[in-house]
């Protein structure tokens, strides 16, 4: 299948920021065969008119729970420890493997409506989720959470289940599925746990994903423990030997963060979640000035309450130019280029992340055909900061058109709403249990 997109301004992402206005990106099958005038022997079986569109590489989101989004809204306006105690570790007493095939479909709708290519998922009963994704025609890196507590404590699958299910999806759906294995955090799992499972990893050649340094409390209780900050845990239990994602990392020494950027560990940054829940800002510009990989993630929707990349995107720069006091950081296309390229890096998908010939055709265009999106004096500022993830009007993944003005082409949306929000509320009138709890 060839497309061509036509009369398009273009934010490529390329290494000199190159803009182009009404210009052409000629798609053949999964790949870019051009960006800014397409080859006069191109002939297109598509072709899609630009005019007032806005081209830019599709988003990566570096950290998420995707089926989360079935309890949107029921856990609010509570600190970290009673969101975990009283409201999200008791729902999830109930999950099973049908909540989290509707949670995921849900949330693939609203990804894909707002931009984001490719999603990396951190849950439970992930083989649900794996055909979510092959159906949807997204990109995803895969992991099911562990809490290396013993027989009957992991949900779904214990380490062994985890394993089966990377063996069976990791390069499936044409290469846009990848896996890892998740241990849940060095606060909950035992150190000798960790060590387990990042042996595992490194023998079968698999990443991790894991949540680290969320509060100052977990890194007190760390010192008081184990004798060691959590990151110098991970550290000494081999976690970081491989492709290590870890989620948060807000509260980190100067020694913490050469660790990570020693071991090339990306760091996913979920903005909305740090202030939504009284989390603190942690310090993007910190990380990397000492060569850390960025990346950008929405995290839940019961602790952001959406999954919108776009506004992410916004907010990254906005809280560290406040927490810092300074106006100058996060500067540019910087968290655009954290929000696309740093996440597929991250997830396995290096290729991705910038628009020019030879790159894998993962992009969205935005319709800036509105009042907010005018006058157009800088396209990549009304990208970061005026732009909404409602505008996106165009997502492609490997080439195959996702959704167009308005219509999801992969997945029923209409039939997915319904069965979400029954999902949702059959879930939590069950009898709910504690099904473990976190200590501040």
Not at 151 to 159: I, N, S, T
Not at 318 to 339: C, F, M, N, T, Y
Not at 398 to 417: F, Q, S, V
Not at 418 to 429: G, I, K, Q, T, Y
Request: hydrophobic share 45%; net charge negative.
């Amino acid at each position: 299948m060839k497309t061509l997109i036509k009369n398009v301004d273009i934010v490529t992402l390329d290494e000199k920021g190159t803009v182009i206005r009404g210009g052409a990106i000629a798609i053949d099958g999964a790949r870019i065969v051009a960006v800014g005038k397409a080859p006069v022997e191109f002939v297109p079986d598509t072709t899609i008119d630009g005019a007032n569109h806005v081209a830019v590489p599709g988003f990566f989101n570096a950290h998420c729970h995707a089926s989360m989004s079935l309890v949107r809204g029921y856990a609010e306006d509570l600190p970290l420890d009673r969101w975990f105690n009283e409201r999200v570790w008791v729902a999830e007493s109930a999950l099973g493997p049908e909540e989290v095939r509707a949670g995921a479909q849900l949330a693939a709708c609203e990804m894909i409506r707002s931009g984001t290519v490719a999603f990396n998922d951190h849950y439970f009963y992930m083989d649900h989720v794996a055909e979510v994704v092959e159906a949807s025609g997204m990109r995803a890196s895969l992991t099911w959470c562990q809490f290396g507590l013993g027989a009957g404590k992991e949900v779904g699958a214990d380490l062994e289940g985890a394993l089966a299910f990377a063996e069976r999806w990791n390069g499936k759906a044409d290469g846009r599925i990848r896996a890892m294995l998740g241990p849940h955090s060095p606060y909950v799992c035992p150190p000798a746990f960790l060590r387990e499972i990042a042996a595992l990893a490194k023998e079968r050649g698999l990443g991790l994903h894991i949540h680290l340094a969320e509060s100052e409390d977990q890194v007190s209780r760390s010192l008081a423990t184990h004798g060691v900050t959590p990151a110098r845990l991970l550290e000494e239990t081999g976690v970081l030997d491989v492709p290590t994602i870890a989620a948060h990392a807000l509260y980190l020494s100067d020694d913490d963060v050469a660790i990570l950027a020693r071991h090339g560990t990306t760091v996913a940054y979920c903005p909305i979640t740090y202030m939504k829940l009284a989390m603190g800002p942690g310090d993007v510009p910190r990380l990397l000035r000492a060569g850390v990989n960025v990346a950008l993630g929405t995290d839940g929707p019961a602790s952001n309450n959406d999954m919108d990349m776009k506004e992410a995107v916004r907010f990254l720069p906005l809280l560290q130019k406040l927490a810092r006091r300074d106006a100058e950081v996060i500067a540019g296309d910087a968290s655009l280029r954290i929000a696309t390229q740093a996440g597929a890096r991250a997830m396995g998908f290096s290729e991705a992340g910038m628009l020019e010939a030879g790159r894998p055709a993962d992009l969205v265009l935005f319709d800036f055909d509105k009042p907010h999106l005018m006058p157009r004096h800088d396209l990549v500022a009304n990208l970061v900061h005026a732009a909404k993830g409602s505008d996106v009007s165009h997502v492609f993944v490997a080439g195959k058109l996702l959704y167009a003005n308005g219509t999801i082409l992969t997945l029923d949306e209409e039939k997915i709403r319904a069965e979400a929000e029954r999902a949702a509320f059959r879930m939590v009138s069950r009898d709910l249990t504690v099904l473990r709890e976190y200590q501040s």
